[in-house]
């Protein structure tokens, strides 16, 4: 089966569009979530998602902050103006739609899906070595997605040889997964490693190979439609950037 892996959308539909289109024929969906924050798109965004087969979707920080469940002085202020824009924005059945998300989940045995990290899934950030090396403690099957920091990383540990392994994907890279995994398929609606292009991956689950990609999208119309919106300035100027 060829799953389509995508996160962090954060209410960009133009970005989501272009990845959906480019990735073309797949056959399940699994988005890690964040489908709300920053961007001018909150429900579109739900709306699309659903239309997505077979789709599996995971409660991210943004998604628990629009629905309340996080106090608003976790974020700096910025975000902040963009959640009291976002909980006026979204419909009650929007807002249903997130709160039915869970936090974990595992497929067919294979891989655990969270939005930050299996020890912590909402909010911890595997930033780097120690805190991907701690984190396999926390799942039990071969492979674990995460998102959250918007950066494509994989990081592979080998048990038996106390050996871990990491690499950062590049478009078109295709990594065999050869060990015990967390992969971070970067950032469809807010990149942020200085590459504006939208990221997503594609995971086959009888290969166990996981295709890393990059997809152009109309960055200027989007952040037209954030600063109509009132958001704030630098939610719109960091998208071409990628930061
Ligand atoms: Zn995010």
Redesign the pocket.
């Given at each position: 089966m060829k799953a389509l892996i995508i996160?962090?959308v954060?209410a960009n539909l133009t970005a989501l569009e272009a990845v959906i289109e480019a990735a073309g024929d797949i056959e399940a969906v699994w988005c890690l979530g964040?489908l709300v924050?920053y961007g001018p798109d909150p429900n579109d965004c739900i709306d699309r998602i659903c239309t997505l087969p077979n789709l599996t979707c995971l409660l991210?920080?943004?998604d628990a902050a629009a629905l309340g469940q996080i106090d608003d002085d976790a974020f700096n202020l910025e975000a902040r103006t963009s959640l009291r824009w976002m909980r006026s924005e979204l419909t009650p059945s929007h807002m249903a739609f997130l709160r039915a998300l869970p936090e974990m989940t595992t497929e067919e045995k294979l891989v655990t899906l969270v939005h930050g990290s299996p020890r912590n899934p909402v909010w911890e950030y595997v930033m780097d070595l120690r805190i991907a090396r701690f984190n396999f403690e926390y799942f039990t099957t071969p492979f674990c997605f995460v998102?959250?920091t918007?950066l494509p990383v994989i990081y592979q540990y080998n048990a038996d040889r106390k050996l871990l392994a990491y690499d950062i994907p590049l478009d078109g890279d295709k990594i065999e997964l050869n060990a015990q995994s967390i992969i971070n398929p970067g950032?469809v609606g807010?990149p942020r490693d200085h590459d504006p292009r939208a990221a997503y991956a594609i995971f086959d689950t009888e290969t166990n190979i996981c295709c890393f990609h990059r997809v152009d999208y109309d960055v200027t119309g989007v952040q037209k439609r954030i600063l109509l919106a009132g958001l704030p300035v630098r939610h719109a100027y960091r998208l071409s950037e990628g930061w």
């Open positions: 996160s962090d954060h964040d924050g991210g920080n943004h998102g959250h918007h950032s807010q």
